[in-house]
């Protein structure tokens, strides 16, 4: 039953925020309607005062509410569900203090933590929840803003379709989740039913960035974004319907703040970047570089995985496909501003989708160097018979 509601004012945009009182509890959800949509994204986040309120470095809920609350507003239409009651993973907060107490004293995880204390790591249910949800009359079909099994399982078990699931090899719930890391929170693209562009998959705040080369962090992340770059690849829209080319790619971005910021990114029928790529593919490198951009972060590294291909204007060979001529352009354009997110340290693998052992690694300068004959000027070449620009 919504007690009391309001519109409220934020740094991320306007929502409509309504109090809840279920089962003697009270929660809030936080809505959003600037436009209509087919598709509502929703989140539900269980309170942390520590992440929500204090900006902690042991967690990442400070982080997953700013990413969920923006996705909405940039989407348009959506729910964030807040649940204080929920904090400590269903525990509370003198629970949770001490727990984590125990696993820093003792270099534990948390699942380690609670275990010696006696209690199960998580037993939080999400009844109340998704009564809130429904006192809001939302559309049955909605996209789930996490990775979170259980959460999934209780919104279909409340009558909700989640067009967008959950990943399972994305999810860490079934054991204690590193520090900074993250479910696995899908950005998606307002103009396509589920189409998903840009995915983050993990944040790290760490002391020993500052000191750290990039190849030390591009060793310590190139397996995990091979990962997150295969997954991505089942979000890629190809603009050919005779040939599906589905291309997928996992960055490692280091912030102005030294965070270390990984994400994956899919092709899709939109031009990006400053100078509106016009590769036929609308290449995922592409859009992490825009990205990245963005953000005013440098590029470490990047996986790309895509179907094996020679290239078509060099007929450069490695078993594995390789940045096609119009993306080499955008690299060495993107590689003459100093303040731009590439650098010629910056590391490209390029994985074979199903044969682990067929890689091409270079540093990108090293890469260009492989292709002394790519025309310095694109622009008459943009749309050739490749693939066929629409």
Not at 23 to 51: D, N, Q, W
Not at 271 to 289: F, L, S
Request: net charge positive; with cysteine; hydrophobic share 35%.
């Amino acid at each position: 039953m919504i007690t009391a509601e309001m519109m409220l004012t934020t740094a991320r945009g306007i929502f409509r925020v309504c109090n809840h009182k279920v089962g003697g509890e009270m929660i809030r959800t936080y809505s959003c309607e600037k436009r209509p949509t087919r598709l509502k994204l929703v989140r539900i986040h269980s309170g942390c005062e520590f992440g929500d309120s204090m900006d902690s470095l042991h967690c990442d809920c400070g982080q997953q509410k700013k990413v969920a609350l923006r996705a909405i507003q940039l989407w348009g239409s959506g729910v964030f569900v807040y649940s204080p009651h929920q904090e400590g993973r269903g525990h509370g907060i003198e629970i949770k203090i001490i727990e984590m107490h125990i696993a820093q004293t003792n270099g534990w995880d948390s699942v380690q933590a609670f275990r010696s204390m006696g209690l199960e790591h998580d037993i939080r249910s999400y009844e109340r929840e998704i009564e809130a949800l429904h006192d809001l009359d939302l559309p049955k079909r909605i996209i789930h803003l996490s990775g979170n099994p259980r959460k999934a399982v209780a919104l279909q078990a409340g009558g909700f379709e989640i067009v967008c699931p959950w990943d399972p090899r994305q999810t860490r719930e079934a054991r204690a989740r590193p520090q900074g890391r993250t479910h696995g929170l899908r950005i998606p693209n307002a103009h396509a039913d589920g189409a998903v562009m840009v995915k983050l998959h993990r944040i790290l705040r760490s002391s020993s960035l500052v000191q750290a080369s990039p190849d030390d962090i591009w060793r310590r992340t190139k397996r995990s974004l091979g990962r997150i770059a295969h997954d991505q690849r089942k979000f890629a829209i190809s603009p050919r319907p005779d040939k599906p080319f589905d291309v997928g790619a996992g960055l490692a971005l280091l912030t102005p703040r030294h965070e270390l910021m990984c994400i994956g990114t899919s092709n899709y029928k939109q031009e990006v970047g400053p100078r509106k790529h016009k590769c036929p593919d609308h290449c995922a490198e592409m859009y992490g570089i825009a990205t990245a951009r963005k953000m005013k972060s440098r590029i470490i590294g990047m996986v790309i995985v895509a179907p094996p291909q020679a290239d078509d204007f060099s007929g450069f060979d490695v078993e594995v496909t390789v940045s096609c001529v119009f993306c080499r352009y955008e690299f060495r354009v993107e590689l003459e501003d100093p303040d731009g997110p590439l650098m010629p340290e910056t590391w490209l693998r390029f994985n074979h989708p199903t044969n682990k052992k067929r890689f091409f690694e270079r540093r990108l300068g090293d890469f260009l160097k492989l292709f002394p004959n790519d025309p310095k000027e694109l622009d008459p070449l943009h749309l050739p018979k490749r693939g066929g620009h629409q």
